[in-house]
């Protein structure tokens, strides 16, 4: 799963969306006010340093 950030473009509201990939569009809905209409923001990625060698 991951983290989705979005914004909505009708009252302003930044949220955030944890589901799969496929879900994405379909969970992206407002929470102040219910719009669709939302735009993805761009965040950065986590990752770990790879383990050190035994």
Known sequence: MAIYEFTCKNCGTGFEVTC??????????????????VEQKLTA?????????Y
């Open 20 to 37: 799969h990939m496929d879900e994405r569009d379909a969970k992206a809905v407002c929470p102040k006010c219910g719009s669709h209409k």
């Open 45 to 53: 990625a986590f990752t770990s340093p790879p383990p050190a060698k």
